[in-house]
């Protein structure tokens, strides 16, 4: 809030400043007040309507807020004034995905990636809309790529954990739950995982210990009480 009143003091001697303006939005963003951020964005491309960084903060808040066809919108925008975008074609991939236009969002994440080479968060978002679209090999191909350029991705790990389970490979499934784990010790849900591999393993002791780990980080953790009552059956 502090950093909010600094900006706005700023803006009462600059209110031409469309940097503000975006510094504004960006640190409303920072407090959940989307509302507000979208607001300051709006006033940034008044005063410079071609600013593709504002029309990619925009859409972030706007998609956040549930406006997925404004999201769009601006996104496209922000890719018209700056062609080699790709954090926004990356962006504007998600929200397709959540319109459920996964064909769409695939060229989209594709296209980000073709622009930036190096970028592991947009071969994750591929891997989780191909896996929606059903193709467990291509998820599990974008997981890898996704963790050659960041091999401490976690997350990245845990989705091809679920895909390799998918497709029945328990074992490296549980290879890669736990490669998890040795990044980041304390992911309840590779715990959970693991847990729901080593039962289809038959390994019910096993998987009661795992279930039990992810309740120690995670006390409320709905399906894991639902697997472990199924376990103990």
């Known amino acids: 809030q502090q950093a909010l009143d600094e900006v706005s003091q700023f803006l009462q001697k600059f209110p031409s400043s469309p940097t503000l303006f975006t510094i504004s939005g960006a640190?409303?963003?920072?407090?959940?007040?989307?509302?507000?951020?979208?607001?300051?964005?709006?006033?940034?491309?008044s005063l410079k309507p071609d600013y593709a960084e504002v029309y990619n903060n925009m859409g972030v808040a706007l998609?956040?807020?549930?406006?997925?066809?404004?999201?769009?919108?601006?996104?496209?925008?922000?890719?018209?004034?700056?062609?080699?975008?790709?954090?926004a074609y990356?962006?504007?991939?998600?929200?397709?995905?959540?319109?459920g236009k996964l064909e769409e969002a695939v060229e989209a994440i594709n296209e980000a990636v073709l622009l930036k080479s190096d970028y592991a968060e947009a071969y994750?978002?591929?891997?989780?809309?191909?896996?929606?679209?059903?193709?467990?090999?291509?998820?599990?191909?974008?997981?890898n790529k996704a963790l050659a350029i960041k091999p401490d991705y976690a997350d990245a790990y845990n989705n091809m954990g679920v895909a390799l389970k998918?497709?029945?490979?328990?074992?490296?499934?549980?290879?890669?739950?736990k490669s998890v784990l040795f990044i980041k010790p304390?992911?309840?849900?590779a715990y959970y995982n693991i847990?729901?591999?080593?039962?289809?393993?038959?390994?019910?002791?096993?998987?009661?210990?795992?279930?039990?780990?992810?309740l120690a980080l995670k006390p409320?953790?709905?399906?894991v009480y639902n697997h472990m009552g199924l376990a103990l059956q």
């Open 27 to 45: 640190t409303n963003m920072g407090l959940g007040q989307l509302d507000a951020a979208v607001e300051n964005y709006k006033q940034a491309l």
């Open 63 to 87: 998609q956040g807020q549930g406006k997925l066809e404004e999201a769009i919108e601006v996104f496209n925008k922000a890719v018209v004034f700056n062609p080699d975008y790709a954090e």
């Open 90 to 99: 990356n962006n504007l991939g998600n929200t397709l995905k959540d319109q």
């Open 124 to 143: 994750f978002n591929l891997g989780i809309i191909l896996k929606d679209q059903g193709s467990i090999e291509g998820a599990i191909e974008a997981y």
């Open 166 to 177: 998918e497709q029945g490979n328990l074992a490296e499934a549980i290879d890669a739950y």
């Open 186 to 189: 304390d992911y309840a849900d």
């Open 195 to 214: 847990g729901t591999a080593l039962k289809d393993q038959g390994k019910l002791e096993e998987a009661i210990e795992a279930y039990n780990k992810a």
């Open 220 to 223: 409320d953790y709905a399906d």
